[in-house]
């Protein structure tokens, strides 16, 4: 069974630029995460689908981050503008829900 | 925010011995699940345990729970270089439609 997929693996990019990340959950999974990972912190939930609707999104910065879910499979997570704060490891998981969470290998984003 | 804080926050045995990790939470639970996360990579499920059980085991892995505490403890037996990791809790909040909570992790490191 083929894993969560992740892309890029790693990104640098300049302040106030902007990215995107893209995701493809395992075949199946209706729910989708996205979590950012700061060096030395646990995982934080930036956003929760359940197929392509939005279930949790509160702890999403909404005024530089969106992430969107097409016909409720692969997901894409973008940055813009991005600020130093921002990097970090940005994990993307799936799962039937209720169950556990399978994750994918993460975008390490740098920004300078 | 997050809702599981493990404890201890950094945790150094022999090979051999017994490592016991602990996760406590503030609000009522469907389910509880720890993951591993070996440095640079995505995090593993290694054991889901629901609301109504109080123990469970996998392998070496022995997960308790206790609903009236609010807390539950991750023991690994017989542990072995390949344990050290970062082990985290994740609660699946009752009030919330399967929003996943991480505490900040236990960093493990099993001396050879």
């Known amino acids: 069974e083929a894993g969560v997929a992740q892309s890029p693996r790693y990104k640098i990019i300049e302040k106030r630029q902007s990215v995107a990340f893209w995701c493809n959950p395992i075949s199946g999974h209706a729910t989708l995460y996205w979590y950012q990972q700061i060096l030395g912190q646990g995982p934080k939930l930036l956003i929760q689908f359940q197929n392509n609707g939005v279930v949790d999104d509160s702890q999403l910065p909404k005024d530089r981050f969106s992430a969107e879910r097409l016909k409720g499979v692969d997901s894409t997570l973008k940055i813009q503008p991005a600020k130093l704060e921002d990097s970090a490891v940005y994990l993307c998981?799936?799962?039937?829900?209720?169950?556990?969470?399978?994750f994918g290998p993460g975008t390490r984003l740098t920004v300078t | 925010s997050q809702q599981g804080e493990e404890d201890p926050q950094a945790l150094s045995i022999q090979e051999g011995e017994n490592a016991t990790m602990n996760c406590s939470y503030k609000t009522s639970i469907n389910n509880l699940q720890w993951y591993r996360q070996n440095s640079g990579r995505g995090l593993v499920h290694l054991i889901l345990i629901r609301s109504n059980e109080r123990e469970k085991h996998s392998g070496r892995l022995r997960v308790t729970l206790d609903t009236s505490k609010k807390s539950s403890s991750l023991l690994i037996t017989a542990s072995r270089a390949a344990d050290t990791a970062s082990y985290f809790c994740a609660t699946d909040g009752r009030h919330n439609n399967n929003d996943m909570r991480f505490g900040a992790g236990t960093r493990l490191t099993v001396k050879p």
């Open positions: 998981a799936s799962s039937f829900p209720r169950y556990e969470q399978y």
